[in-house]
């Protein structure tokens, strides 16, 4: 059985990504995966890696189960906003106090490359966009993608990283974000 932890970075939980993110775990759970929801805004954490990678900063209880949850899945699924170009400030933080030296990679020896310490798990993201995401690709290069995907996900093993764009969302109407919702479902179901 498919283990599925989806990671939702929208604080407000009336967003629709709440309900991409609700859609998706139908699928999942429909395809016959065990699925846990973590919702980064209802974590309680203080998000500001303080001494940056100089001391380390304990983490929080709600943290800690975080990261276990993250190890406990074979597979993971980012939803979230582009905003500015990149992720929720919030999300942010939680990148930036979980994916740590020591736990999601290692340096090796002497060397400038890393040891990729969450190698065997895959990942979905999900993101809104107001533009589509051709756009966001040709005009700004994909900046939170880029961050995520590339520079954190697969920095630490984590491949092969799908990446699913929903958008023009401030323009959408009912039946869009309807078709939206079914195609979030089935990129669940699609997961055995």
Not at 116 to 141: E, F, H, S, V
Not at 162 to 180: D, E, L, M, P, T
Request: charged share 20%; net charge positive.
């Amino acid at each position: 059985m498919k283990k599925i932890l989806v990671i939702q970075a929208h604080p407000d939980p009336e967003s629709f990504n709440a309900a991409l993110a609700k859609a998706y775990i139908q699928g999942a759970e429909n395809a016959g995966a065990e699925v846990k929801l973590l919702v980064i805004s209802e974590l309680k954490f203080d998000p500001v890696l303080r001494y940056g990678y100089r001391k380390r900063t304990e983490l929080e209880p709600d943290l800690v189960l975080a990261w276990e949850w993250i190890c406990w899945a074979d597979h993971l699924v980012w939803v979230h906003p582009v905003w500015w170009g990149g992720l929720p400030a919030l999300s942010k933080g939680f990148i930036d106090l979980l994916f740590l030296p020591g736990m999601a990679f290692s340096y090796k020896e002497n060397s400038n490359f890393q040891i990729k310490l969450l190698r065997g798990k895959t990942a979905n993201i999900l993101t809104t966009l107001d533009q589509p995401g051709w756009y966001y690709w040709l005009m700004y290069g994909r900046p939170s993608v880029n961050m995520l995907k590339r520079s954190t996900l697969q920095f630490c093993g984590i491949n092969p990283v799908q990446v699913n764009y929903f958008g023009i969302v401030r323009n959408s109407n009912a039946a869009q974000r309807k078709k939206w919702l079914r195609q979030a479902r089935l990129l669940g179901e699609k997961l055995k």
